[in-house]
């Protein structure tokens, strides 16, 4: 199973903190003054606290870092983290520390003693965030213990103040699952299966198979899953927690669940990573958990287009033509290039369908914006400069790195083609602004709009701020923020 933390919550008991097994936290500020659970641990400790506040190694330590202390005498617990952390750091910083306690977590309980600071529903998210392994696949059990054990003043106001952020944090790791989850288990019928899970929370989830897709005409999505014995499907998930009549923000993800390239077969080497083609859906599942825990009062549709690309008698070919369901007609060109023919015909039937304020597609779209951006930054490109602006704010709010990228019409050009409306692809050279064009052809006249290419920042090789390394969940707490700044009433 997946493990992540369990967390719960109490008023501060100073005399649990001695008798508390497993580890125990507490915080030290800056300066080295000692709030209540620390003076406890302290005097537990015979002054090993306040020598540790004096001491160089606390001096030179960052605020965030944590350092342990093994085996303190005086205590049941096996060892001490001290979190340099004043009651006025800043919530990037409060959600650093919780990252830097997850590390050293291990398999034992964790006693949290966080009096009343501030910022501690920051620390609690960020701990969160980082207590997570994917091991549903590891036969091996560990001897762990997830509990986690928060001890505050005024601690029922606290759990009220993680509320949300918790719920942001467990649909950060439904997303990590997802995109984590190999392809022989994340079939299409099982995305949509856990998709309508989702229903349970009070999401509206409905399921549109390939007959209704025919009838659609979505024959760019369809073209890129002819090839393959898992059925094509669209996933539509509602959640109306805003006003009646508002227009809804519309979310659209790519999720092609295995991409082999088709009959472009890409090199075998690196093509075990495809399992994450579907990171833009699993964002999408993220935030539409998310926003139903939360009890968001927007409107907001999630939209996902669930495929598999695979090469066979049956697949599409280079040089084929396919009519979109907008009834534009596309010349593929390489078949390997079927995000885009995925996203197009979602996206048309999201506007046709919702009539959105926005829309926001997200995608790990193209091996490009990795040579442009590397892991560091998704690419953001938008047709609304105000959308942009609030989506860019919202991401570095939350420390997820986002870049805004060019749109022109000598990029759309590239997109010519002899023989039908479009290609689908328009060469080498700046390939991600080329795809990022072709979707701009599906947006309606009027209708604000954003692609992310997340192909950089969806699954990574190493460790994150707040991930270890494979799939990172980006792009949850920043759709929330915009949502909650933007779309909430």
């Not at 160089?56 to 205590?75: D, H, N, Q, T």
């Not at 495809?274 to 935030?287: F, L, S, Y």
């Not at 986002?402 to 000598?410: F, K, N, Y």
């Amino acid at each position: 199973m997946t493990r992540k933390a369990d967390i719960r919550f109490s008023e501060l008991d100073l005399d649990a903190l001695g008798q508390a097994e497993g580890r125990v936290a507490v915080a030290i500020g800056t300066e080295g003054a000692l709030d209540k659970a620390a003076r406890r641990v302290n005097r537990l400790t015979k002054g090993a606290l306040k020598r540790l506040a004096g001491s160089k190694r606390f001096e030179k330590a960052k605020e965030g870092e944590v350092i342990s202390l093994a085996y303190p005498a005086g205590m049941a617990a096996e060892a001490v983290d001290v979190m340099k952390l004043s009651r006025s750091a800043k919530a990037d910083v409060a959600r650093k520390a919780g990252v830097a306690l997850a590390k050293v977590k291990g398999e034992a309980a964790l006693t949290l003693g966080l009096g009343n600071l501030p910022r501690g529903h920051e620390l609690v998210m960020g701990l969160a965030l980082r207590l997570y392994e994917f091991a549903a696949h590891k036969t091996e059990e560990k001897d762990a213990d997830g509990s986690v054990h928060v001890m505050a003043v005024k601690a029922m106001e606290l759990e009220e103040r993680c509320a949300d952020p918790l719920a942001i944090a467990r649909g950060v790791h439904f997303t990590r699952d997802l995109v984590n989850e190999p392809a022989n288990h994340l079939t299409t019928t099982e995305f949509a299966a856990r998709l309508e899970a989702l229903s349970k929370l009070g999401l509206k989830v409905k399921v549109l198979e390939e007959a209704e897709l025919e009838k659609l005409g979505m024959g760019t999505l369809l073209a890129v899953g002819r090839g393959s014995d898992s059925p094509s499907k669209v996933v539509v998930m509602e959640w109306m927690g805003g006003e009646k009549d508002a227009a809804p923000l519309a979310l659209v993800g790519k999720g092609v669940v295995f991409d082999t390239g088709g009959i472009s077969l890409k090199p075998a080497a690196g093509m075990e990573d495809m399992t994450m083609d579907m990171g833009g859906a699993g964002t999408v599942a993220g935030v539409m958990q998310s926003v139903a825990e939360r009890g968001a009062k927007a409107n907001v549709i999630g939209l996902v287009g669930l495929v598999e690309n695979m090469p066979s008698s049956n697949a599409a070919r280079p040089g084929d033509v396919v009519t979109s369901m907008k009834g534009d007609t596309v010349e593929i060109i390489n078949t390997d290039a079927e995000g885009r023919l995925v996203l197009c015909d979602v996206m048309w039937y999201a506007q046709e369908t919702y009539k959105p304020a926005a829309m926001i597609d997200l995608a790990t779209l193209t091996g490009a914006i990795i040579i442009g951006l590397g892991h560091e930054n998704a690419g953001v490109f938008s047709n609304d400069d105000a959308l942009a602006g609030a989506f860019l704010k919202a991401a570095e709010a939350e420390g997820e790195g986002a870049w805004r990228m060019p749109l022109g019409q000598a990029y759309d050009d590239k997109l010519k083609s002899r023989i039908a409306d479009m290609k689908n692809v328009g060469g080498r050279d700046a390939g991600s602004i080329t795809a990022a064009q072709f979707l701009k052809r599906f947006v309606k006249e009027g209708c604000p709009w954003i692609h992310l290419d997340i192909a950089g920042v969806a699954s990574v090789k190493s460790d994150t701020t707040y991930a270890a390394a494979g799939a990172t969940g980006w792009g949850v707490m920043a759709l929330n923020r915009l949502i909650a700044d933007r779309f909430e009433s």
